[in-house]
């Protein structure tokens, strides 16, 4: 039995969603698998999951073509390979990730890991703000019916991992354009989007969900009134869960029909499962 271990972030479920999903069809080729979020974890839990492993998989949403910031410090600290060690990468996406995968692949092989895969699944968007209009997120039949359509992927991509064939999204031309692009502007794409971070007071019941789900601990509570620091990673999870929409991005985006928030990957989803 091949042991795999898959690390992932998820913002807002789509990365959760497919590491869970991928977990599952590897289990139906007989691996051993554990499948944890990188907010859940310690140094030293790693290093003690790592021993022994066939398999390491990261999961992580796309962001301006590169992985989030807690990501990018996930694999920065992260230990180097011990002898010829395989990580298969991933990335979900709403519209165009570039070269992505292959980006955050390089930075795993400067650490003497072996790649055999790289690659990206499109999922439900969830960034719809006043600053920045994609298109506007579905909680409905529409993201059903995106997931129905990726399962099959995730499946042949778990095969991929499986029988050790190699698969490379985004190398080539167009896609490393396309990322170097991105990446130019992302980081200030983040600063300008969550400097407008505010909250509508007359919504707001201070339940503190927003500050328990943050994964910087960027959200913080004195008396009667919600302030932001400035480590936000534009992971858009208090925007999108906070149950009276009182999080807001821009003060166009109070208006929740013309701004929905995304909800998550299928009916039921809880937030509470990225951070546990």
Not at 119 to 141: E, G, I, S, T
Not at 165 to 177: A, D, E, R, V, Y
């Amino acid at each position: 039995m091949k042991k795999t271990v898959i690390y992932y972030f998820s913002g807002t479920g789509n990365t959760w969603w497919l590491a869970t999903r991928l977990a599952e069809k590897l289990r139906q080729h007989n691996h051993q698998v554990s499948c944890d979020s990188i907010e859940t974890l310690m140094n030293e839990d790693i290093i003690s999951q790592l021993a022994g492993v066939d398999q390491i998989v990261l999961g992580f949403p796309v962001y301006g073509s590169t992985a989030p910031r807690p990501m990018l410090d996930f694999i920065q600290s992260f230990p180097l390979a011990t002898g010829q060690q395989t990580i298969s990468v991933f990335a979900t996406q709403a519209l165009a990730s570039g070269d992505t995968a292959v980006m955050i692949s390089r930075m795993l092989e400067a650490k003497g890991y072996l790649i055999k895969q790289a690659r990206h699944f499109r999922m439900m968007n969830n960034l719809h703000l006043p600053r920045f209009r994609f298109y506007p997120p579905k909680n409905d039949q529409r993201s059903d019916r995106l997931l129905a359509k990726t399962l099959p992927r995730v499946a042949g991509f778990a095969q991929e991992i499986d029988t050790g064939k190699k698969h490379i999204s985004g190398n080539n031309p167009l896609g490393h354009f396309l990322g170097g692009l991105q990446r130019r502007h992302i980081d200030t794409v983040i600063a300008k989007a969550s400097a407008e971070l505010q909250v509508a007071e007359q919504r707001c019941i201070f339940c503190g969900k927003c500050q328990r789900i943050c994964p910087t601990g960027n959200i913080r509570q004195h008396q009667d009134q919600l302030s932001f620091a400035d480590s936000c990673v534009l992971c858009l999870r208090c925007y999108s869960q906070c149950p009276t929409a009182a999080i807001l991005l821009g003060a166009g985006s109070e208006d929740v029909r013309k701004y929905p928030r995304y909800k998550g990957p299928g009916k039921g989803f809880n937030i509470d499962v990225l951070i546990k």
